[in-house]
């Protein structure tokens, strides 16, 4: 079935390293995004792509990184420069061309510091 | 630059009773669009209902409902007859346009909690 994938399901990352949060689609969409909820809270959009090879910072890009080298792969680093790497990540991804076009969201991540 | 905001942090509301839950929104796109999704305790996103900006008549999905007022830039989800299923995180979603690329932002949701 056709569907988000995002791996692993919990990660822990110890003080100085650097992690990355996979995330793999095979619905043929264009878009795709990175979200961090916090407990309680909202989504918050960390970096968003259109096409392969682009992609722009969200709200809260600082201390994160991404590449989008393949359209159905939109992997997220979480580096050391991100001082409070806890809380839940989603990706999601969305069929371009159409404003009614809603995004698929994978099941997240959960990221814990040890 | 676009903002989606949800007043109400949390709400009640009675088994087989409705409730609305707010969603203002603002943005100086001309062409944008409204999504509501739900999140369960488990954490996955489900889409429930979308609203485009240049669409006349408000949209329904099955007991789901959306009040636009565009003039007022809101976008309030009503749930008709709530369910005790109806439990969760809900949260208003804009698509617009940033530098000539498409951004979603989010609200900060509301938890409704439907009592039996």
């Known amino acids: 079935d056709g569907g988000i994938t995002q791996s692993p399901k919990y990660l822990f990352r110890k003080e100085g390293q650097n992690v990355t949060l996979s995330c793999e689609q095979n619905?043929?969409?264009?878009?795709m995004y990175w979200y961090r909820q916090d407990p309680g809270q909202g989504l918050r959009l960390i970096y968003y792509?259109?096409?392969?090879?682009?992609?722009q910072k969200g709200d809260i890009a600082e201390g994160y990184s991404v590449s989008r080298e393949k359209k159905e792969s939109f992997p997220l680093t979480v580096t050391s420069a991100q001082k409070n790497p806890t809380a839940f990540y989603l990706c999601?991804?969305?069929?371009?061309?159409?404003?009614?076009?809603?995004?698929?969201f994978g099941d997240g991540t959960r990221l814990s510091i040890l | 630059a676009q903002k989606i905001t949800q007043t109400q942090p949390g709400m009640f509301v009675q088994e087989k009773e409705a409730v609305t839950l707010d969603c203002t929104y603002d943005?100086?796109?001309?062409?944008?669009?409204l999504f509501w999704y739900k999140q369960p305790s488990s954490g996955e996103m489900i889409f429930l209902i979308y609203?485009?900006?240049?669409?006349?008549q408000n949209a329904t999905e099955g007991r789901y409902s959306l009040n636009f007022q565009k003039a007022r830039k809101s976008a309030n989800l009503v749930i008709s007859a709530s369910q005790l299923g109806d439990s969760a995180m809900y949260f208003c979603?804009?698509?617009?346009?940033?530098?000539?690329?498409?951004?979603?932002?989010f609200g900060t949701g509301t938890k409704l909690q439907v009592i039996p």
């Open positions: 999601a991804s969305r069929l371009g061309g159409s404003w009614n076009q809603p995004q698929h």
């Open positions: 619905l043929n969409h264009d878009a």
């Open positions: 792509s259109q096409i392969v090879n682009d992609f």
């Open positions: 943005t100086s796109d001309p062409s944008y669009g």
């Open positions: 609203q485009g900006s240049y669409d006349q």
């Open positions: 979603a804009m698509r617009g346009t940033s530098g000539g690329y498409q951004k979603v932002t």
